[in-house]
Nanobody
Framework: QVQLVESGGGLVQAGDSLKLSCAASARTFRIYTMGWFRQAPGKKREFVSSISWTSGSTSYADSVKGRFTISRENAKNTVYLQMDTLKPEDTAVYYC???????????WGQGTQVTVSS
C-alpha cells in the first residue's frame, strides 16, 4: 500500500509561481516512478510530469515544458513540482501518482487545487 499526500496548491495570479509537494509512504509497494497529473473542470485527467525514483530521469507534457520542474528527495520520499510562469489554463486539481515496475499508476493522492487568475 502507498499513501500519497499532496500540498502546496493555492490561488495565484498569472505569471506567479507555486511549488507542489507529494509525500509518499510505501509499506509493501516499491515505487519506480512518481508523476503529477491534473484535471480541469469538465476535462479528463492529463499527464503533467513524471520522474524515475531510481535514475531521476524526467518527462514533461509539452504544455508545461520550460515552465515546470519536477524533482525528488528520496530521503524524504517526496516529489516536488515547481511551477513557474503560471497561466490561467494551468488551473486544475493536481494529483500525485505512484507507479510500480510496469508503469501503471496504481496509487493516487487526494489532489490539491491550483487556481491561476488572469
Amino acid at each position: 500500500q502507498v499513501q500519497l499526500v499532496e500540498s502546496g496548491g493555492g490561488l495565484v495570479q498569472a505569471g506567479d509561481s507555486l511549488k507542489l509537494s507529494c509525500a509518499a509512504s510505501a509499506r509493501t509497494f516499491r515505487i519506480y516512478t512518481m508523476g503529477w497529473f491534473r484535471q480541469a473542470p469538465g476535462k479528463k485527467r492529463e499527464f503533467v510530469s513524471s520522474i524515475s525514483w531510481t535514475s531521476g530521469s524526467t518527462s514533461y507534457a509539452d504544455s508545461v515544458k520550460g515552465r515546470f520542474t519536477i524533482s525528488r528527495e528520496n530521503a524524504k520520499n517526496t516529489v516536488y513540482l515547481q511551477m513557474d510562469t503560471l497561466k490561467p489554463e494551468d488551473t486544475a486539481v493536481y494529483y500525485c501518482g505512484a507507479a510500480g515496475y510496469w508503469g501503471n499508476y496504481d496509487y493516487w493522492g487526494q489532489g490539491t487545487q491550483v487556481t491561476v487568475s488572469s
